[in-house]
């Protein structure tokens, strides 16, 4: 059976109105555009969604809303998990996945406290998993906010032993645990999706099937192009690497602001409006502009490699 959860996965925006209500009418254009821009699935309700500061009800909207968009032309994966009470994260996620999404996706930071011991992530991930259908695949998204929790060797094998488990959304950006999660996970049915995009050409080269980041959200056909041609065309896959790995030093520019900023200029968005962070001096810095050189150098990259 072909493994439906590899490729191109952008991390979704959540589009606000000047009252920072949610923007429908943008997310429906936003939809759109990931679609034509060939990626192979989605993820919503993740950390670029501004998911901690969406209600349940938002949240269970918003996922049903993207499914019912997107019609199965590709598949989707949603989290929404934010809770901190382990009756509650249950809730959620059972929620989630009536919502008709191809998985649903924990957060490793809500299995444990920081600082806790990785054991006692296990304990909850296992405990927790018990309380969830059997019939909805599972994935697991190391989200730095409020705190980065990497997962352990043990929690990568359990997962695949499990067969629950079909993505996990990688952000640990180093390149020795990259690879040893790429031998763990080797033969199984999950999914390792690299979201760093300066070690994501040599972590497909070493058997990574996904790219899940957010600078998806300004040229994913770029991301698609590399991983359905890193193979065929390696000259090429490294020299538009060399680009993305660059380019994607704006995502420290008052991301998600910037993203919503380019989308907004390409005319999905109507405003730049966040509920994670004010956007009130985005405008007035460097901030724009040098969204606006990045785009103009990835065109320039596009017809000089002719992709």
Known sequence: MKNKYVGVWPVML?????????????????????VKA??????GLCQSSEMF??????SQKIAKFIIDKV????????????ATDFSHQSEQ??????????????????????????KITLNNLQNLVQTLPEK???????????YKRLLSDDIVKWCVDSERFTFIKDTCCDLNIIKQRALITN?????????NSQTLLTSLQMGYRAFSGVMANFHPELY???????????????????????????ENLDYPICAKYYQQKIGNFSTIQCRVRTSQNFMSSFYPQAIDDMGLLGEIITRSLDI
């Open 38 to 43: 060939g990626v192979h699935g989605l993820f």
């Open 53 to 58: 500061f969406l209600s349940d009800k938002e």
């Open 136 to 146: 909805i695949d599972l994935g697991i998204y190391e989200c730095p906010y409020p």
């Open 224 to 250: 698609v192009w590399l991983y359905e041609n890193w193979e065929k065309n390696i000259e090429k896959a490294q020299i538009l690497s060399s680009y993305l790995s660059t380019a994607a030093l704006v």
């Open 93 to 118: 996620l059972i929620a989630m996945s009536e919502t008709g999404a191809d998985s649903i996706i924990l957060i490793s930071n809500r299995l444990a406290l920081q600082g806790e011991d990785n």
């Open 187 to 195: 033969g199984s049915r999950l999914s390792l999706a690299n979201a």
């Open 14 to 34: 959540t589009p606000f109105t000047e009252q920072r209500s949610v923007d429908y009418n943008a997310l429906e254009s936003l939809i759109d555009w990931y």
């Open 71 to 82: 019609d199965g032309k590709i598949p989707v994966v949603v989290s929404g998990h934010t």
